[in-house]
T-cell receptor
């Protein structure tokens, strides 16, 4: 596609529920990032993939957060046993080595009730 | 953790006026980028300035970078109501090996409101 696509656009989860957020990067983009943006704050880095390899997961806040990109294209961010503090917008970004530019998706707004 | 601080936190101006936003950061960087975010939307890349550059222009945008002060500014000239958004600076810093894969560290943003 023309841009980075994220789904769902909005997700309401009951506390304790598992959720899966999807990111479709721009075709051919090697690098993929996940960021978490709390209300009124700037995005914070969660994890980074180069193709299918997860090279940096230092930003994942707990072991309830898990990300994968098995075929080096689509990525899924999974949050297990959601807590209220997980409520945020989750942004996905991809980039190519050629341009060095980052393209962000519109994000998934997760609300845990 | 947030790398930078932006000021002001909020800025309200009239259409046609200029808007200036400032960003400070803490570590050495490869480049600094500015992004715009409309309410409920994703981030739109505005401009990238490398650590060896001091000023860059793109349309009505002017960005300066002072690496000695670890600060940057974004100037929007002749603002329009459509410029109303949150603006974020983000830094791409080298890792321990001196390289970078593009991990960005964002400031907390400036909320700009342009009144018609």
């Amino acid at each position: 596609g023309a841009g980075v696509s994220q789904s769902p656009r909005y997700k309401v989860a009951k506390r304790g529920q598992d959720v899966a957020l999807r990111c479709d990067p721009i075709s051919g983009h090697v690098s993929l990032f996940w960021y978490q943006q709390a209300l009124g704050q700037g995005p914070e880095f969660l994890t980074y993939f180069q193709n299918e390899a997860q090279l940096d997961k230092s930003g994942l806040p707990s072991d309830r957060f898990f990300a994968e990109r098995p075929e080096g294209s689509v990525s899924t961010l999974k949050i297990q046993r959601t807590q209220q503090e997980d409520s945020a917008v989750y942004l996905c970004a991809s980039s190519s080595w050629e341009t060095g530019r980052w393209a962000f998706g519109s994000g998934t707004r997760l609300t845990v009730v | 953790s947030q790398q930078g601080e932006e000021d002001p936190q909020a800025l309200s101006i009239q259409e046609g006026e200029n808007a200036t936003m400032n960003c400070s950061y803490k570590t050495s960087i490869n480049n600094l980028q500015w992004y715009r975010q409309n309410s409920g939307r994703g981030l739109v890349h505005l401009i990238l300035i490398r650590s060896n550059e001091r000023e860059k222009h793109s349309g009505r945008l002017r960005v300066t970078l002072d690496t000695s002060k670890k600060s940057s500014s974004l100037l929007i000239t002749a603002s329009r109501a459509a410029d109303t958004a949150s603006y974020f600076c983000a830094t791409d810093a080298p890792n321990a090996g001196g390289t970078s894969y593009g991990k960005l560290t964002f400031g907390q943003g400036t909320i700009l409101t342009v009144h018609p």
